[in-house]
């Protein structure tokens, strides 16, 4: 459990939990899901003494759940935020089971984050692998080694902020992910337009299309809850002085940006999906051509022969007499004018482009 206290130029942290609020800025109490499990009765008493209230019993069990998706809540004292992020480790909780196919696929498994803001708190409860916590942490401890007056611009100024900048750090993992995503998908596609490649990757391919399905529905979670936050967010209560109004409007601003953020993996997981769906359906299209380059190489080449069966077939006939069959120079004639047929058949079939293969 990690426990910091932020003011207006400076940054403190404390493993122990408070016992009263800090006269200026907030507090930041972050711990993972199995400390939470374990100390809920400390925190709860914490809240009580720091907010004089303590969170709702479903919204304990919302953070202690690991499969929870995205959603927001709220009640007339506090907000409650569950965030899914990009998993990072082998042993989080995830939405379901791991895939096979490329280390790429595995990189889409998400687990949740809980935030409930209060006043004067921020309470955090993450997975046991906290390694994106662990790294906005270092970066609020480099704002607060900074000068007084840089710092107080770096340094979050409400839960809420602090929450809203913690969330846009999540969603900027999935923003990563698309490049190597694309890079993968991309090549899948090369593969399978290319006629000199015989694709045979079809498991990792939809390994690939059922995880895009689940991103998509994870994004779609992580876009209703900052909608439902950002419409809670313009129902706060008026700010009493020019800087709350600007705090106020800067919480907003970022919330947008938070969504503009999320819509923006929305479309590119969509778009990815619509690409995977057309390459595969050209695949099917150029296969099914090739197999009617192969049928109508196959009907020329029998429409060619036919007539030559059916001399051979005539002259083959047991009877006494047959025309050319005495004379020494019959197999001859027979011969040039069965080459003369195959010769001017294949002649009519090319200028018909019978015998040409597709581009």
Known sequence: MRIFSIQPASL????????????????????????????????????????????????VSDLLNAQQSSHFDYTSQYDLLVFRRLATG????????RRGGPPILHRIDTSPVGFAVFEQVLLSVHPNDCAVRDA?????????????????GRLPSSPADLML?????????????RRELTRQLDHWQSALIDPRVRFSNWASLLEARLSLHQLDE???DQRSAVLDWIEALEDWPEAGTPLGQRERDLLQVRSRDVLEHIERVVHHVRRLEQSVETAVQIHFNAQ?????DIMRTLTVLTAIFLPLNLLAGIFGMNFDFIPLGDQAGGFWWILGSMLAIATGLAFY???????????
């Open 136 to 152: 906005y942490a270092a970066r609020l401890i480099q704002a607060a080694a900074g000068e007084t007056r840089a710092a107080a």
């Open 90 to 97: 082998s042993g989080e909780d995830t939405l379901g089971k």
């Open 349 to 359: 079939f090319w200028r018909k482009r019978y015998l040409e293969r597709s581009a």
């Open 218 to 220: 994870v994004c779609e």
């Open 288 to 292: 099914s051509n090739r197999t009617n």
């Open 12 to 59: 403190s942290e404390s493993g122990q939990l408070p016992t009263q609020a800090p006269s200026q800025g907030f507090l930041w109490i972050s711990c993972t899901r199995e400390e939470f499990k374990e100390q809920t009765a400390a925190v709860q008493s914490t809240l009580q003494s720091l907010c004089g209230l303590q969170l709702v019993d479903l919204h």
């Open 165 to 177: 900048r913690f969330v846009n750090l999540m969603v900027d993992g999935f923003l990563e992910l």
